[in-house]
């Protein structure tokens, strides 16, 4: 996570979101590299739950994995981390402008 954290440009896409079949499972991936670290899942094995956690903590981001549908662990977890690869390759797209409304939006009542 810390070495993926460096890699994320100042200004970017920012955002990332996929949803990959495998088989008989389906998952959805959605990130947010705006800095924030938040994790939501949960996967079927508490091990690649910790991992995908413990990613989005370091990496700074905020990331929602939802199984959709599955039975075989395998193809669960394979369609995570393929769906947050392709989410991430999305998210760190460089732009030319910073993906942010802080200290820019003002709602003064006069």
Do not use: N, Q
């Not at 008989?24 to 996967?43: F, K, M, N, Q, T």
């Not at 395998?74 to 760190?92: N, S």
């Amino acid at each position: 996570g810390t070495a993926f954290a460096r890699m994320i440009p100042e200004a970017c896409a920012r955002y990332g979101d996929r949803t990959i079949p495998m088989d008989e499972a389906l998952v959805h991936v959605s990130i947010d590299a705006g800095g924030r670290p938040y994790y939501e899942g949960p996967l079927p094995s508490s091990l690649y739950d910790h991992w995908m956690r413990s990613f989005a903590d370091h990496a700074r981001m905020t990331l929602h994995i939802r199984v959709l549908r599955g039975t075989d662990r395998h193809h669960i977890v394979e369609a995570a981390f393929k769906a947050l690869g392709l989410a991430m390759r999305d998210a760190l797209v460089e732009t030319k402008e910073v993906f942010s409304t802080k200290g820019v939006v003002s709602l003064d009542a006069k």
